[in-house]
């Protein structure tokens, strides 16, 4: 069983910036690709940056691609999500998942373990 938990989550104004981190623990974490995911009142769950095991590889939805910046440290068991230039459309709960299937993977159902989300609100 692989446990994640997210934080860094808040309010902040337009423009500005958070990281969310998300800490996992139970399995060997180097062997699990990680996805950041978001889901805003009355959406489907949507894709937002994955990481590939050893950090090499890394993708983003269009919509923040240039602004967000994914990143992984496996001595700490913990993956990132930088988040600048944030507008209010990224107002959302964000969840850290994990997967071991290899590729370029945006489906919500193809990750097995999920944190418990971490709330972002962006003002006008």
């Known amino acids: 069983q692989v446990q994640l938990v997210e934080s860094g989550g808040g309010l902040v104004q337009a423009g500005g910036s958070l990281r969310l981190s998300c800490a996992v623990s139970?399995?060997?974490?180097?062997?699990?690709?990680m996805g950041w995911f978001r889901q805003a009142p009355g959406k489907e769950r949507e894709f937002v940056a994955r990481?590939?095991?050893?950090?090499?590889?890394?993708y983003y939805a269009d919509s923040v691609k240039e602004r967000f910046t994914i990143s992984r440290d496996n001595a700490e068991n913990t993956v990132y999500l930088q988040m600048d230039s944030l507008k209010p459309e990224d107002t959302a709960l964000y969840y850290c998942?994990?997967?071991?299937?290899?590729?370029?993977?945006?489906?919500?159902?193809?990750?097995?373990?999920w944190g418990q989300g971490t709330q972002v609100t962006v003002s006008s």
């Open positions: 998942a994990a997967t071991p299937r290899v590729g370029v993977i945006t489906i919500p159902k193809t990750y097995d373990y």
């Open positions: 139970g399995r060997t974490f180097s062997r699990y690709a």
């Open positions: 990481i590939s095991l050893n950090g090499a590889t890394t």
